[in-house]
């Protein structure tokens, strides 16, 4: 199972919105609504920010906002805050019934 | 509040063996499926293995299957992970993960990790 493609990195103003993508096939992403998100700074675990697809857990800032079309998934930051930057990872089921993770995207706060 | 803490990690010699564990708690631990994760030094996370809340049903990764062992011990809310045939690629910190609900579906707690190291 290959990794799902995220772009190495992305940036970003404060105030600005920006949005990761992360491609997949139709063997996962494209088949099925079970996408996520994490957040990750270093040195520490990664925290989950969306969940199946664009659902946001409980906690999570109603600034990060998840997507999908076809076999492409987004992840979407509104209002760019200094704390966003971090390395970003997506995650799909797949039909070999096991999980996939993107290659990670690092945001960078200019 | 839950917490995940896991140990075991440390060098082993290539083809050598390794056994990890995850003390869970502030949760009921039978309710929940477990992943284990990991991540390479300076690389990305790697999704591992996956266990259902009784124990019935495991999942594993194409790179791991056939070395690795998941299992879980609901009466001591503990989650395992056994590694034999430890290879060089298999270096990096190990994530004990819950499952958000279904085990494909997302993990929202994790722990702090714990360093595997395979190398001569």
């Known amino acids: 199972q290959s990794a799902l493609t995220q772009p190495a990195s992305v940036s970003g103003s404060p105030g600005q919105s920006i949005t990761i993508s992360c491609t997949g096939t139709s063997s996962d992403i494209g088949n099925y609504k079970y996408v996520s998100w994490y957040q990750q700074h270093p040195g520490k675990a990664p925290k989950l920010m969306i969940y199946d697809v664009s659902d946001r857990p409980s906690g999570v800032s109603n600034r990060f906002s998840g997507s999908k079309s076809g076999n492409t998934a987004s992840l979407t930051i509104s209002g760019l805050q200094a704390e966003d930057e971090a390395d970003y990872y997506c995650?799909?089921?797949?039909?070999?019934?096991?999980?996939?993770f993107g290659g990670g995207t690092k945001l960078t706060v200019l | 509040e839950v917490q995940l803490l896991e140990s075991g990690g440390g060098l082993v010699q290539p083809g050598g063996s390794l056994r990890l564990s995850c003390a869970a708690s502030?949760?009921?631990?039978?309710?929940?499926?477990m992943s284990w994760v990991r991540q390479a030094p300076g690389k990305g996370l790697e999704w591992v293995s996956a266990i259902s809340g009784s124990g019935g049903s495991t999942y594993y990764a194409d790179s791991v299957k056939g070395r690795f062992t998941i299992s879980r011990d609901n009466s001591r809310n503990t989650l395992y992970l056994q590694m034999n045939s430890l290879r060089v690629e298999d270096t990096a910190v190990y994530y004990c993960a819950r499952a958000r609900s279904a085990w494909h579906r997302g993990v929202d707690y994790w722990g702090q990790g714990t360093l595997v190291t395979a190398s001569s």
């Open positions: 995650s799909s089921y797949t039909s070999s019934n096991t999980v996939v």
């Open positions: 502030g949760f009921t631990f039978i309710s929940y499926a």
